[in-house]
């Protein structure tokens, strides 16, 4: 089945260790997007590709970077996590930004410990 | 600037009884989409329904069923003979002309036997 794929589901570190969080799909979508979401909060959208063109949200904090190597595979890299870091990550694909087919597709998420 | 309101935060029923989730969102975009997914404890976010600003008509899948009104611009989702497994945090969310999503709060649905 064509999906979205989260690795790991869970991934606990230490304050300041770097941490890389990895996206995957099999949709063949141009578009690819990372949200965080804290515990009872709304998923908050940290940036997305569309193709190679990486767009960054006014506010998301430069702690937080993206790569996107091929249209397969994204990943989240955070540079120095805090305690306030801890949250679920959520990968989704789109396969347009705008339009009938910009319905975004989630991954199962990450949930992320920082110790 | 775009806003989606879930006023309820949580809501309890029994098994077997209707429920509806209530979505209310301001725009100033003519064009816009409408969104609903689930979030079951797992974590992952389901889609469900996709409704654009000019498509009014209700729809129906299986047991849920949505409906859209702009005069109140309110767009309700009702599970009809809810089932344990529909327990999940429900997210409204409306993407605009910026095309990016904004979700309301979401709503915890809890349904015990």
């Known amino acids: 089945d064509a999906m979205v794929i989260q690795n790991p589901r869970y991934q606990v570190t230490q304050f300041g260790k770097p941490v890389t969080l990895s996206c995957s799909q099999t949709?063949?979508?141009?578009?690819m997007y990372w949200y965080q979401q804290k515990s009872s909060q709304a998923p908050k959208l940290l940036f997305h590709y569309y193709d190679k063109d990486f767009n960054n949200e006014a506010d998301t904090p430069d702690n937080f970077q993206s790569r996107r190597p091929n249209t397969s595979f994204c990943f989240l890299d955070i540079r120095s996590p805090g305690l306030g870091d801890a949250a679920m990550y959520l990968c989704a694909t789109s396969r347009d930004l705008a339009g009938p087919t910009d319905t975004q597709y989630f991954g199962p998420g990450t949930r992320l410990t920082v110790l | 600037a775009q806003k989606v309101t879930q006023a309820q935060t949580e809501i309890s029923v029994v098994e077997k009884e209707d429920v509806t989730l209530d979505c209310v969102y301001e725009?100033?975009?003519?064009?816009?989409?409408l969104f609903w997914y689930k979030q079951p404890p797992s974590g992952e976010l389901v889609f469900l329904i996709r409704r654009n600003s000019f498509d009014e008509q209700n729809e129906i899948s299986g047991r849920y069923s949505w409906n859209f009104q702009k005069s109140t611009s309110s767009f309700n989702f009702t599970i009809t003979a809810s089932q344990v497994v529909d327990s999940a945090v429900y997210f409204c969310a409306l993407e605009g002309g910026g095309n990016k999503l904004t979700f309301g709060t979401g709503t915890q649905l809890k349904v015990e036997l």
């Open positions: 725009t100033r975009d003519t064009t816009y989409y």
């Open positions: 949709l063949n979508h141009n578009v």
